[in-house]
């Protein structure tokens, strides 16, 4: 099956700009989808398909996608994105299944 | 209100079985897919499977392959999720989340609070 790749914890300042990668075979085929998670809550849908936001999601999360790697681009860092963000994308083994990234804890400075 | 109303935390022994489930409101609850996530605490998220309400299909990923059973009701808009078996490393909390598929994407637009499932003697 496949699998995603994502750096365990990034940081960025306050109001700065910060990407987080997803890499995988399977991005090669399928458009990743970015979940949001902050402590003691579901995870919120914040990016999907080629670069598309679910209504109520600022703006200054942009998604894009080069060869096997996924990014999901914060321009302009506020502190309530301080959170735990996953990437996840179809399996590309022919399997109907899912792969979710194991996560990127980002903290805000 | 668009939403997904999971069951309440539960408590197993190891070697029992639990259900959870999943009721939907405020859309069509056969016209996407249910798919169950869970999330040990301190880790990521882990896709257990999916099932299609309208057709009452199932797929389930190899980790779980018989343990887990999805099923659904849909006179009262309700899917459930069974794992047989419990151990310990299946206390969690586990998600339904509605699945949205198409030809180059796969994602989850709503999502349920979660039921946290305990394993413990």
């Known amino acids: 099956s496949s699998e995603l790749t994502q750096d365990p914890a990034v940081s960025v300042a306050l109001g700065q700009t910060v990407r987080i990668t997803c890499q995988g075979d399977?991005?090669?085929?399928?458009?990743a989808s970015w979940y949001q998670q902050k402590p003691g809550q579901a995870p919120v849908l914040v990016i999907y398909?080629?670069?598309n936001r679910p209504s109520g999601i600022p703006d200054r999360f942009s998604g894009s996608s080069s060869g096997n790697t996924a990014s999901l681009t914060i321009t302009g860092a506020q502190a309530e994105d301080e959170a735990d963000y996953y990437c996840n994308s179809r399996d590309s083994s022919g399997n109907h299944h899912v792969v979710f990234g194991g996560g990127t804890k980002l903290t805000v400075l | 209100q668009v939403q997904l109303v999971q069951s309440g935390a539960e408590v197993k022994k190891p070697g029992a079985s639990v259900k959870v489930s999943c009721k939907a409101s405020?859309?069509?609850?056969?016209?996407?897919?249910i798919n169950w996530v869970r999330q040990a605490t301190g880790q990521g998220l882990e896709w257990m499977g999916w099932?299609?309400?309208?057709?009452?299909?199932?797929g389930y990923a190899q980790k779980f392959q018989g343990r887990v059973t999805m099923t659904r009701n849909t006179s009262i808009s309700t899917a459930y999720m069974e794992l047989s078996s419990l151990r310990s490393e299946d206390t969690a909390v586990y998600y339904c989340?509605?699945?949205?598929?198409?030809?180059?994407?796969?994602?989850?637009?709503?999502w349920g609070r979660g039921t946290l499932v305990t394993v413990s003697s």
């Open positions: 399977s991005l090669r085929s399928y458009y």
């Open positions: 989340a509605r699945g949205v598929v198409a030809t180059k994407h796969w994602y989850f637009d709503l």
């Open positions: 405020g859309y069509t609850f056969t016209s996407y897919d």
């Open positions: 099932m299609n309400p309208n057709s009452g299909n199932t």
């Open positions: 398909g080629k670069n």
